[in-house]
């Protein structure tokens, strides 16, 4: 299952976290909203859940990076 991701550096914030959280989708988005609670002082509500929902971006990069690892080691051993 393709892995998401929300990255506190695109959502407008006063503080400039940095945070990034990935995983699956429900994962993401009940760490995100526990996330926005906590330190940036949202209300957990189902409207703002739909917010980080549509704010999620597939995760870019580490799939692919570790399978061309993987593809390099094998071709070095041959
Ligand atoms: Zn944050």
Same mark, same amino acid.
């Given at each position: 299952? @393709? ?6 550096? *695109?959502? +407008? ?10 995983? $699956? /989708? ?9 996330? @926005? ?6 209300? *957990?509500? +189902? ?10 971006? $597939? /995760? ?19």
């Amino acid at each position: 299952m @393709a892995r998401k991701m929300v990255d506190c550096r *695109d959502m +407008p914030s006063e503080m400039g976290c940095t945070l990034t959280i990935a995983g $699956e /989708e429900d994962e993401v988005v009940r760490a995100a909203v526990m996330h @926005a609670v906590d330190v940036h002082g949202h209300s *957990d509500t +189902p409207e703002f859940r739909d917010q980080i929902r549509g704010s999620l971006k $597939e /995760e870019e990069g580490s799939e692919r990076q570790g399978r061309g690892a993987r593809q390099e080691e094998g071709t070095a051993r041959q």
